[in-house]
């Protein structure tokens, strides 16, 4: 039986991040919500179920007993928000400003419970995210580009982003490669790393 290890190697190793110009041409195949969310997941390094915990940084802070690094989002400008990611972990993103303006056009008068791959969500605002968000980028991915790599690659696209901005300040690889870990909420440089490729 032929063995397919090389090829399972080359999977892991191909880079899964798009390009600020297939972003595009995706978003121009995905419906105005999807598009929007596609638009803020890239521009802070979300994983496709954080939109829906989304709520501003002085309502709901950051977990406290980590030691986040001064120098996050050294560079950009937006507002803050906080998301819960795996294990828990609330951790700040950065929305730009002008994206921060539609979402907050969108906040609900009452937040509404949303349930993603079997886990509830109580979202503060009507954006798309979860399963059927990543679902709808899948599709609009295939449709624009003729292959998809799923909506984590936004998250590789943002690292590598954040690593040629901070690397193009001055800093260390491993100072930037740690500040971006945190950004992505790994506190794991070498798990960040990977997205490097």
Do not use: C
Not at 92 to 108: F, G, N, Q, S, Y
Not at 111 to 121: F, K, L, M
Not at 169 to 196: C, K, M, N, W
């Amino acid at each position: 039986i032929p063995s397919n290890h090389d090829s399972e190697r080359r999977l892991v190793e191909q880079s899964r991040a798009y390009t600020a110009a297939q972003i595009a041409r995706i978003q121009d195949h995905q419906s105005e919500r999807n598009r929007f969310a596609t638009q803020v997941i890239s521009a802070a390094g979300l994983r496709a179920h954080e939109t829906l915990t989304l709520r501003p940084a002085l309502v709901r802070p950051a977990t406290p007993d980590r030691e986040w690094s001064a120098d996050r989002f050294l560079g950009r400008s937006g507002k803050r928000y906080t998301v819960v990611g795996k294990g828990g972990l609330i951790r700040e993103v950065l929305i730009p400003d002008a994206l921060a303006t539609h979402l907050e056009a969108h906040r609900l008068l009452r937040p509404v419970t949303v349930r993603d791959r079997q886990i509830n969500y109580l979202s503060h605002y009507d954006i798309a995210g979860g399963n059927a968000w990543s679902k709808s980028f899948t599709e609009a991915s295939e449709r624009a580009l003729g292959y998809s790599h799923g909506g984590h690659g936004l998250r590789h696209s943002y690292a590598q982003a954040r690593m040629a901005e901070l690397q193009g300040r001055g800093l260390a690889f491993d100072s930037a490669l740690a500040i971006v870990s945190q950004e992505l909420g790994h506190f794991r440089p070498d798990i960040t790393e990977v997205y490097l490729r």
